[in-house]
């Protein structure tokens, strides 16, 4: 797994980038980054198709704590509450969006049936799907919005250093279009040929 998540920088010599890896010292869940944001000790979040606020408790406490962050980023084909979370609705939403201070980014997405790839049921079974359609708009699926946060995120750091930049940096990033991979190339397993 080391190999084939940081290729040639993972060697004996640096105990197969073992280190590379976070070393969890608590789990690090929802409701716990929920609580971090509420604390002030998150500065952002990137929700990928997930609704936070529509499946977990105390939406209030929800609403509070995203209110604090300084910047959210929503990576979704809808517009959702999680998205929507500083808008005023009435008593549906009773907040006032000049005392929230994050500062949100929707990124529009496809919807599975607009894109090519695999799913994983709760039987684990894996099956792969082809698109049914092209996405509305400016719509695009996650895969090359990931892959741009990260190559931009990887030349930052390349130029500006960091406190640890060396998983990000070495990172194996082997694609033949570095920031909108294919389904096909991310499903193979890597075996040191592409």
């Known amino acids: 797994m080391m190999k084939a998540w940081w290729g040639n920088a993972?060697?004996?010599?640096?105990?197969?980038?073992?280190?590379?890896?976070?070393?969890?010292?608590?789990?690090?869940?929802?409701?716990?980054?929920?609580?971090?944001?509420?604390?002030?000790?998150?500065?952002g979040f990137i929700c990928q198709g997930f609704n936070p606020l529509a499946a977990a408790?105390?939406?209030?406490?929800?609403?509070?704590?995203?209110?604090?962050?300084?910047?959210?980023?929503?990576?979704?084909?809808?517009?959702?509450?999680?998205?929507?979370?500083?808008?005023?609705?009435?008593?549906?939403?009773?907040?006032d969006p000049a005392q929230i201070q994050t500062e949100v980014f929707r990124l529009p997405t496809s919807c599975f049936a607009e894109e090519e790839g695999?799913?994983?049921?709760?039987?684990?079974?894996?099956?792969?799907?082809?698109k049914g359609a092209e996405p509305p708009g400016e719509a695009r699926s996650d895969i090359p919005i990931m892959a741009e946060i990260f190559t931009r995120m990887r030349a930052m750091y390349q130029t500006e250093g960091g406190a640890f930049p060396d998983p990000i940096v070495n990172l194996s990033w082997p694609y033949a279009r570095p920031n909108d991979p294919s389904p096909q190339e991310l499903a193979r397993e890597y075996s040191g040929k592409r």
């Open 57 to 95: 408790p105390n939406k209030s406490k929800m609403n509070a704590s995203l209110a604090k962050l300084k910047y959210l980023v929503v990576m979704d084909p809808l517009a959702t509450e999680t998205s929507e979370f500083w808008r005023n609705f009435g008593e549906h939403n009773d907040v």
């Open 118 to 130: 695999s799913l994983t049921n709760s039987s684990r079974w894996l099956q792969w799907h082809w």
């Open 10 to 43: 993972a060697t004996a010599e640096n105990n197969w980038a073992y280190d590379y890896l976070p070393k969890l010292d608590k789990l690090y869940d929802m409701l716990q980054s929920f609580e971090l944001m509420n604390q002030g000790k998150m500065n």
